[in-house]
């Protein structure tokens, strides 16, 4: 499973999250046929594509103005849980956050509470749309 969470831009605290169980391959961008679609002049109609590859991911730019991780511009890197990409360099952020399949019995009968913070499952059973609108920064 894995767990795509757009985080504020000033605060980097989470505004919306979605989470895939099996799909192999998420596309995110302004496009509507996008998994992840985020409204915004800097995004990519197809930005970026994060692939299963085995038993891991995949982070794979497709957009002109460029994805960022730490500062740095990438073309395609591993995915690491926890790692956080940037869409343009001014652009919106997103963290990653990979479950592996192979969790404790007693994490996996208290199923997505332990993955994602509070705010974030708060969030989730508020909001569950496909499309986000961000503003300028």
């Known amino acids: 499973m894995i767990t795509l969470t757009l ?8 505004v919306q999250s979605w989470t895939f169980n099996a799909e192999s391959k998420i596309r995110i961008g302004r496009s509507t046929n996008n998994e992840v679609v985020l409204y915004s002049a800097v ?3 197809h930005h970026v594509e994060i692939r299963k590859v085995g038993e891991n991911w ?4 497709l957009g002109a ?3 960022y991780i730490d500062g740095e511009r990438i073309s395609q890197t591993a995915a690491a849980d926890g790692m ?8 919106p952020k997103i963290l990653i956050k990979i479950e592996s399949k192979s969790l404790p019995v007693h ?3 208290i199923g997505d509470a332990t993955s994602v913070s509070e705010p974030v499952q708060m969030f989730r059973r508020k909001i569950n749309p496909k499309d986000t609108l961000i503003g300028e920064q």
């Open 58 to 61: 995949e982070v794979v730019n």
């Open 65 to 67: 103005n460029g994805t």
């Open 43 to 45: 995004v990519s109609r």
């Open 84 to 91: 956080i990409i940037r869409l343009a360099s001014s652009g």
């Open 7 to 14: 985080l504020h831009p000033l605060q980097s605290v989470p």
């Open 107 to 109: 994490q996996q009968s």
